[in-house]
Each structure stands twice: as structure tokens, then as C-alpha cells.
């Protein structure tokens, strides 16, 4: 009897010693997008919180306590990069975590906005797969023992984009070049413009820190007066005063709502990455079709 105790003891040491084989990854990612497409390809494997919350501006977010905590306790953190979280390099190195960084972004060509590199890759379904396959080869690494199940989630995930892919090639090929215009209030869709033949114009740059100048605001004001544009959208993380002053001024009108940097508080449209995309898509094609 006392060996089977002593037995017993040191069976329970064992199994405390180890990760049990139910235990799920802590994973915190910089921001809601990313958020969401961790959580698809994670699926019960991994709890998944994110730092910055849907309708949020990761551009202006300042970091508290309880991301710190967060993030000092994940076995994973997952950023975007490119320079998106300018402050998740302090906040990383504040806490302390042991944790294993991945950038979603490694493998994105950048494109350039005056000289700056543009963030917002996730605008184009085409990066958004790269997106997948990195956070797939991370929570790999970090749980080996479920990298099948992420495989099996990742390829769900990847034939949903690319069918959502393909719609919006088709359904923005249907577009006169001339109706393709789009004024946003900040330099988010760049990504969007290159894969699918659109252009979008902001009187903000790439970040929604700096407000344009009187000139640059005038410049584009006169530019519109000039040559015209579908239609014009607020965000919405963005400074809607900055659309409806250029609505005013230019006579074209707003389009709607649509989602740059952040998504949805639950009961709006877009509170995935898909559902994001797809209302994006769905407003844009529609508004520009019906433009003048």
C-alpha cells in the first residue's frame, strides 16, 4: 500500500510538472482585426485576449496595467507591425514576459506613403492569408501537440478568404474606372487601392495622430471641386468632422460608415475580419454604383 502511495505521488508530480494536454494557450494580440483571426485559427486551443478593442484606435491607444499584466502572463504575443503599435515594443519589454513575439506582417511587401511605411496590410485579402499563415506557423510553435487542429482551422479560414478574395475582384471589375474614387478621412486603404484597382484619397495620413493642414485640406478640397469622386466615407476611428466638412464644400455626399483600423462593437456590421470585408466591399461597390 505504501508503494502504491509513493507511486501515486509521484505519477501526480509528473502531471504537475507538465502543461496538461487540456490546457489552452494564453495569447494576447495588439488589436481587434488580429484578434479575430487568431481566435478563427486558434479555435478552443488558445484564449486569445486583445489590447486594443473593436472601435478603438490603435494609432492614439496608450497602454495600461492590465495589458501589461496580460502580456507578462501569455505564452504568445501576436502584433501586426510595420509600425502599427508604436508603443508594443515598450510595453512588451515593460512587462516582462517570456512569452514568443510573431508579426503577422513578416512576408508583406510594404508599400510607402510618403516615405513612411503603411501599416494597414490587413486591406487586402491577399495579405490577409499571409496574416493566417503566420499566426498558424505561431501557435504552432507555441503547442505543438495542436498544430494539427490549426492546420484544419487555417484551411477553413484560407478558403473563406479567398472566395471573398475573388468576389471582390469580380464585384470591383463590374465598376467604371471613373466611379472607383474613394475620400476616407485617413490613408488606410492603400493596400486596398493596389490589389483591386480602386483610389482612395484622405485629407490625413496614415497615422490619426496629426491633423492635415489648412493647405493640404484646401488642396484636396479644390482637387474634388475639380475632378470629382464616388463618394465619401467616414470611419470609424477617424475624425467624421473632417468628411462632412469636405461633403459640404465639394457637394458629393457620404457614402457610410466604413471599418479601417478597428473592428465592431457587437449589433454593427463588421465585428470579424470576414464581416469587416465583406460590409466594406458591399458599401463601396454599392455607393459607387449608384454615383453620378
Not at 481566435?39 to 501589461?68: C, F, M, R, S, W
Request: proline share 3%; charged share 20%; with cysteine.
Amino acid at each position: 500500500m505504501k508503494r502504491l502511495f509513493y507511486c501515486f505521488c509521484a505519477v501526480l508530480a509528473v502531471m504537475m510538472s507538465a502543461s496538461p494536454s487540456w490546457a489552452k494557450l494564453d495569447v494576447v494580440a495588439s488589436f481587434s482585426i488580429l484578434g479575430d483571426m487568431v481566435e478563427q485559427v486558434a479555435g478552443d486551443k488558445a484564449t486569445v485576449t486583445t489590447i486594443v478593442g473593436p472601435d478603438a484606435d490603435a494609432h492614439l491607444y496608450q497602454p495600461n496595467t492590465g495589458d501589461a499584466v496580460a502580456v507578462a502572463e501569455a505564452d504568445l504575443v501576436i502584433i501586426n507591425g510595420m509600425g502599427f503599435e508604436t508603443w508594443s515594443a515598450q510595453l512588451i519589454e515593460t512587462s516582462g514576459t517570456k512569452a514568443a513575439v510573431a508579426v503577422a506582417t513578416d512576408g508583406i511587401t510594404p508599400l510607402l506613403v510618403d516615405g513612411e511605411v503603411d501599416p494597414h496590410a490587413w486591406n487586402s485579402l491577399e495579405n490577409g492569408l499571409v496574416y493566417v499563415n503566420n499566426i498558424e506557423a505561431a501557435l504552432s510553435a507555441a503547442s505543438p501537440a495542436d498544430a494539427a487542429t490549426f492546420r484544419a482551422n487555417a484551411d477553413a479560414y484560407r478558403a473563406k478568404l479567398n472566395a471573398l478574395h475573388n468576389r471582390a475582384l469580380a464585384d470591383i471589375a463590374k465598376l467604371p474606372e471613373q466611379k472607383r474614387v474613394v475620400v476616407t478621412a485617413h490613408d488606410a486603404f492603400g493596400y486596398l487601392e493596389t490589389a483591386y484597382g480602386m483610389t482612395f484619397l484622405a485629407p490625413q495620413g496614415i497615422d490619426t495622430d496629426a491633423e492635415p493642414s489648412a493647405k493640404d485640406l484646401a488642396e484636396l478640397i479644390a482637387f474634388l471641386n475639380e475632378t470629382g469622386a464616388g463618394a465619401l466615407f467616414v470611419e470609424n476611428i477617424a475624425n467624421a468632422e473632417l468628411i462632412a466638412q469636405i461633403s459640404r464644400e465639394t457637394g458629393i455626399n457620404i457614402g457610410g460608415r466604413i471599418y479601417s483600423d478597428a473592428l465592431s462593437v457587437k449589433g454593427s456590421p463588421a465585428t470579424s475580419y470576414l464581416a469587416m470585408f465583406t460590409h466594406n466591399l458591399e458599401l463601396l461597390t454599392k455607393t459607387l454604383a449608384a454615383a453620378e
